[in-house]
């Protein structure tokens, strides 16, 4: 594919537009079903653990490492994309787009904070596991703080709504900015938006963005997200019943 500075290069920059939306959306879908794949599995994994199916657990944990790094990867790829879209300008000499799209993975995967996001999930699957049969202990290696950095941990960004106060997972439509990726309730923030008085200022204190309607959307992780902090919620509720328990 190359490009040239000729009376049609309006229109072949819009068909590369095009087909890198499509690309976009179609490696955002893949990073949401590998997310669900890595909840699933961790709900599977502590029913091994809960049967002490140890080598089952193993191989569950191997398998979400391999996921999370084909996760990195799609990460690495869409940014890439997302930038030739934004940035491409068609010119006088041909583009070499091999070299150019090799130039931009490069700087993702310098830039990316998807590998610590990964991680986490990593962790996140580890600690369900250990907190099985030892709810309120720190895994081996670990001290006492590291189990309450980690088990609060969430992606998201903010986890009420500041222009409602409910939490992120009772909105009714909750969307997300793509330039400063503050969550809201859609109508809502729509409004504010719309506002002349606001002026589309992001609600969130001390964020100096000014939103856009058609870049405040329901991205494709976020839902995803969205679960798994209910699901954290919910194994952090188990183990405090279970510690409960247990000092009795």
């Known amino acids: 594919m190359a490009s040239t500075s000729t009376p049609h290069a309006n229109i072949g920059t819009g068909r590369m537009s095009t087909a890198a939306s499509t690309l976009y959306a179609d490696n955002q879908t893949l990073i949401t079903e590998i997310r669900k794949a890595v909840m699933m599995m961790k709900d599977v994994g502590i029913d091994f653990e809960r049967d002490n199916n140890s080598e ?9 490492t391999e996921l999370m790094k084909s996760s990195d990867e799609c990460t690495q790829l ?29 700087r993702s995967r310098k830039d990316s904070s998807s590998v ?32 309450v950095m980690t088990s609060s941990h969430c992606n998201l960004l903010n986890m009420t709504c500041p222009l409602t106060g409910k939490p992120v997972e009772e909105l009714v ?19 504010r938006i719309r506002s002349k008085v606001a002026q589309g ?14 870049r405040v959307v329901c991205d494709a992780l976020l839902l995803i997200e969205i679960e798994e ?20």
């Open 201 to 214: 200022q992001c609600p969130v204190s001390g964020c100096p963005r000014r939103l856009q309607a058609d």
């Open 56 to 64: 089952m657990v193993k191989v569950l944990e191997n398998g979400v």
């Open 229 to 248: 902090m209910r699901s954290m919620k919910l194994q952090e509720a188990c183990n405090d019943v279970i510690e409960d328990v247990t000092a009795d």
């Open 173 to 191: 439509e909750p969307v997300r900015s793509m330039d400063c990726k503050h969550i809201y309730e859609k109508q809502h923030i729509m409004q």
């Open 78 to 106: 869409s940014n890439a994309i997302q930038s030739i879209k934004n940035e491409y300008q068609p010119g006088a000499e041909l583009t070499d787009f091999t070299k150019l799209f090799d130039e931009k993975i490069k």
């Open 116 to 147: 610590s996001q990964n991680q986490t999930l990593l962790r996140q699957f580890r600690e369900a596991i250990w907190n099985v049969h030892h709810a309120g202990q720190p895994m081996p290696g670990e001290e006492q703080e590291d189990i």
